[in-house]
């Protein structure tokens, strides 16, 4: 029989092991899917020379460290119910995290072409087999963890890294930073004059067209006022019959590419372009190019919106 001491720290132990294991298969199979892509995304890049380092280490808190202590927090509590039910939870959230990685590799080796249908299906057989190795030899499997585990924090390392060098280089080719002062000087308006762009979905040029082909001033005397000192392209037309395809051409000038009317889908859109010049205050109703609200709110709002959007 043990005494209650041993048991204390055998179970001290194996807690232990579960959280270094949670952080490792976290890290190394799902994390660091994560870092590459928000590593390559241009909304993140745009925002990420505002962001502080405590809103990054936050992001990588909530990415990597967070799964792997709820985990670590339920196999626990699954232990002091039963031992064995402990040890199928953890082997289920290894297959479970084995094969999300898997899923990621298939993805990416087959994105153009795919085997056969449903092909993914290949991911399991992978999968299962180190799920297997888990279960079965729990020492060569401890072994294989605590080999891995100095990605714990070898990955969040690298995504600060690259994230920082690629806005660094690409503030050194002289994109201006934006004031973060209200008042411009006479040289910054004229340098930089101030944009205003309005555009009305199903607003058609019939419909503020008076008798004689002019804008009517009678029912629009603001257009008619705007169009007195603008130009006034009469023969423009939509280049799609779906707001989500057409809001793309005026503001890249290309042809629209699928259906999603975003920054990462368009990162070269003239909001993007301005960016770097200007403080953008949008209002996006069926778009995002301005870039993800939730990205925006993730790194605390780092563009201001106008109070009244």
């Known amino acids: 029989m043990k005494e209650p001491s041993s048991t204390v720290t055998d179970s001290t132990t194996a807690f232990s092991y579960v959280v270094v294991a949670s952080l490792t298969l976290v890290s190394f199979l799902m994390a660091q899917s994560i870092y590459e892509f928000i590593s390559a995304n241009l909304e993140f890049l745009t925002l990420r020379h505002h962001a502080t380092q405590v809103q990054l280490l936050l992001m990588i808190f909530a990415f990597q460290f967070i799964p792997a202590l709820f985990l670590s927090t339920v196999w626990l509590i699954v232990k002091k119910l039963n031992s064995t039910l402990a ?10 995290l084995f094969l999300i990685f898997f899923l990621q590799v298939h993805n990416k080796l087959f994105s153009s072409h795919r085997l056969f249908a449903h092909s993914s299906v290949l991911a399991l057989v992978p999968a299962v087999l180190l799920a297997l190795l888990c279960a079965s030899h729990p020492n060569a499997f401890r072994s294989f963890v605590l080999f891995l585990s100095p990605f714990v924090l070898i990955f969040p390392a690298l995504f600060l890294f690259h994230t920082w060098q690629t806005v660094s280089a690409a503030n050194q080719k002289g994109v201006p930073a934006v004031s973060s002062t209200s ?9 930089h004059p101030p944009v ?7 607003l058609t ?12 001033g009678d029912r629009y005397p603001n257009f008619k006022n705007l169009a007195a000192s603008s ?17 793309p051409v005026i503001l890249t000038g290309n042809f629209p590419i699928g259906n999603d009317p975003s920054l990462s ?45």
Not at 265 to 279: E, F, I, V
């Open 265 to 309: 889908a368009y990162p070269d859109n003239l909001l993007s372009l301005l960016r770097p010049y200007y403080r953008i205050h949008v209002r996006e109703l069926t778009t995002r190019f301005a870039g993800s609200p939730t990205l925006i709110a993730l790194m605390g709002n780092t563009y201001p919106r106008h109070p009244n959007c």
């Open 231 to 247: 130009t006034f392209f009469r023969n423009a037309t939509a280049n799609a019959d779906r707001t989500v395809r057409s809001l």
């Open 196 to 202: 205003f762009m309005l555009i009305l979905d199903e």
């Open 183 to 191: 008042d411009n000087t006479g040289m910054e308006r004229q340098r």
């Open 205 to 216: 040029r019939s419909a503020l067209l008076d008798k004689n082909g002019e804008i009517d």
């Open 87 to 96: 040890k199928w939870f953890f082997n289920g959230v290894a297959f479970i």
